[in-house]
């Protein structure tokens, strides 16, 4: 039920907040983040739970049901150049995001993050400035067949502004994950390997590992920086 789009274009959200980007081709730039509530997937490792896993988190503690004036509302209230969609899983609720992204202002730079396992609308794919897809691997503990979609990974990888990243924690992961880059033909350039981490200390003793696993396979690292600035702890 909870997967179903609220009518009159109205969001389930998580949370809005300002900070810096910490993953990807980005990283470091400030950016807004709008967190969506709800995934269609449920990784062992996923660090907010408390968007989707309400068997553990209250729905009406952590979600905000929002329309789209009162999120625009929010939006602009402060100065706003680079707009980060993320989630839990955000093109479940692509069709309200269509329409917020287009009462926003053109200049305004839209990253979405996803899990490339929902296809994007030709709006969203005309108004998004970068896509950052992040399939899901075997050490998700996802079964296969709901991780995976590739046909959809296929039509993101043709995609000049399409990153893939991919979350490994040593050498297996990474030959899983350059299988899958080199399979659905995703240009290395365009790959970025970043490690299984959800502290400070567990970034720090597997970056050197993971950023050699890229190298070595002409992929890129993406650090998590917001591990390293806050180590974990949720924003607000
Ligand atoms: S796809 Fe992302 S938000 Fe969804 S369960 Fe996996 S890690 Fe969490």
């Given at each position: 039920?909870?997967?179903?789009?609220?009518?009159?274009?109205?969001?389930?959200?998580?949370?809005?907040?300002?900070?810096?980007?910490?993953?990807?081709?980005?990283?470091?730039?400030?950016?807004?983040?709008?967190?969506?509530?709800?995934?269609?997937?449920?990784?062992?490792?996923?660090?907010?739970?408390?968007?989707?896993?309400?068997?553990?988190?209250?729905?009406?503690?952590?979600?905000?049901?929002?329309?789209?004036?009162?999120?625009?509302?929010?939006?602009?209230?402060?100065?706003?150049?680079?707009?980060?969609?993320?989630?839990?899983?955000?093109?479940?609720?692509?069709?309200?995001?269509?329409?917020?992204?287009?009462?926003?202002?053109?200049?305004?730079?839209?990253?979405?993050?996803?899990?490339?396992?929902?296809?994007?609308?030709?709006?969203?794919?005309?108004?998004?400035?970068?896509?950052?897809?992040?399939?899901?691997?075997?050490?998700?503990h996802e079964p296969e067949h709901r991780?995976?979609?590739?046909?959809?990974?296929?039509?993101?990888?043709?995609?000049?502004?399409?990153?893939?990243?991919?979350?490994?924690?040593?050498?297996?992961?990474?030959?899983?994950?350059?299988?899958?880059?080199?399979?659905?033909?995703?240009?290395?350039?365009?790959?970025?390997?970043?490690?299984?981490?959800?502290?400070?200390?567990?970034?720090?003793?597997?970056?050197?590992?993971?950023?050699?696993?890229?190298?070595?396979?002409?992929?890129?690292?993406?650090?998590?920086?917001?591990?390293?600035?806050?180590?974990?702890?949720?924003?607000?």
């Amino acid at each position: 039920v909870l997967q179903l789009p609220l009518a009159n274009n109205s969001v389930r959200l998580s949370e809005i907040f300002r900070s810096v980007q910490g993953e990807g081709p980005q990283a470091g730039r400030p950016c807004t983040f709008l967190r969506l509530a709800i995934c269609n997937l449920r990784c062992s490792y996923c660090d907010t739970k408390y968007t989707w896993d309400f068997s553990r988190y209250s729905y009406e503690a952590e979600v905000r049901e929002l329309t789209l004036e009162a999120l625009l509302a929010e939006l602009l209230a402060e100065p706003l150049a680079h707009l980060v969609l993320t989630g839990g899983e955000p093109l479940l609720q692509g069709q309200a995001l269509l329409a917020l992204l287009q009462r926003l202002p053109k200049e305004v730079f839209v990253e979405v993050e996803t899990n490339g396992t929902l296809p994007p609308t030709a709006g969203l794919l005309a108004r998004v400035s970068q896509w950052n897809v992040s399939p899901k691997l075997e050490n998700s503990h996802e079964p296969e067949h709901r991780r995976l979609k590739r046909e959809v990974l296929a039509q993101f990888a043709d995609l000049g502004n399409a990153w893939l990243k991919l979350v490994v924690g040593g050498e297996e992961d990474a030959k899983e994950a350059s299988e899958l880059a080199l399979s659905l033909g995703w240009p290395p350039s365009r790959v970025l390997l970043m490690p299984e981490a959800s502290s400070r200390k567990e970034l720090a003793a597997r970056s050197s590992a993971v950023a050699q696993l890229a190298a070595r396979r002409g992929f890129g690292f993406s650090s998590r920086l917001h591990l390293t600035l806050f180590d974990g702890a949720r924003a607000t």
